[in-house]
């Protein structure tokens, strides 16, 4: 495919600087997910990806640069501003309220835009979820708590959606689950933007694979470029 017919980049980050107090934690980051794409943020633990993630959502106090959705600039947004802007994030600890109900759960997020799945798509998707309406969050497996914070995004109508290491701790049968359903999400058109360790999942689903070492993207490699990069991916992931 020619860069002229290229999608149009969805999310564009440019020369991102985040710090925690005193502390730099990114330093320039710089990529682009374009529309319907999985781009997954690779790399070590500390590298920045959760941080990126964060300081897309606006869950960081100091950072400067430049984030743009759909050509509108997010740096400086109230963080329930930039989820109505139609980008859902599902975090690493899941966000599961325990003392709530599957379907409560499902329910409670505010629906943004149109075009969001119905209940019934989303059970169809999640056949573990389908039969524990009323159980509660207290109850639910690793492998079904990732599941509901997954498909509680799906009925807001985001079509961007960020998930910070959906697979980890799981066990494969579930990885596996969770690989159909991110497929068919892209078979959707939605737009995903995932950090994950599973380089092997990863590699499975995304498109590019943009890869970070303390705070900086250092790489970008295309998936299908991935047999001829092992080597080097290997080098910065220290397998």
């Known amino acids: 495919m020619s860069r002229a017919s290229l999608p149009h980049p969805v999310l564009q980050v440019r020369d991102l600087h985040a710090y925690y107090g005193e502390s730099h934690a990114l330093h320039g980051v710089t990529f682009d997910v374009r529309e319907g794409e999985v781009v997954a943020l690779l790399g070590r633990n500390g590298a920045g990806k959760t941080t990126t993630m964060r300081a897309i959502m606006g869950f960081i106090d100091k950072y400067t ?52 799945m119905t209940i019934p798509e989303i059970l169809k998707l999640f056949p573990n979820l389908a039969e524990r309406g009323t159980t509660q969050g207290t109850r639910l497996s690793g492998g079904e708590q990732q599941m509901l914070a997954i498909a509680r995004i799906l009925r807001t109508g985001a079509d961007l959606i960020l998930l910070d290491e959906p697979t980890e701790g799981l066990a494969p049968a579930i990885v596996e689950q969770i690989g159909v359903v991110l497929r068919e999400l892209k078979s959707r058109g ?41 080597n080097k991916l290997a080098s910065y992931l220290g397998v």
């Open 65 to 116: 640069g430049s984030i743009a959705f759909r050509g509108e600039e997010l740096l400086g947004q109230a963080q329930y501003r930039i989820s109505r802007r139609g980008i859902g994030y599902v975090p690493e600890e899941r966000g599961i309220f325990f003392s709530l109900s599957v379907d409560e759960n499902l329910m409670l997020p505010p629906v943004v835009k149109q075009g969001g």
């Open 190 to 230: 939605l737009t995903v933007l995932l950090v994950e360790q599973n380089f092997r999942f990863a590699s499975m689903i995304a498109d590019r694979h943009v890869v970070m070492e303390e705070g900086r993207v250092v790489d970008m490699i295309p998936n299908d470029q991935l047999p001829a990069s092992m």
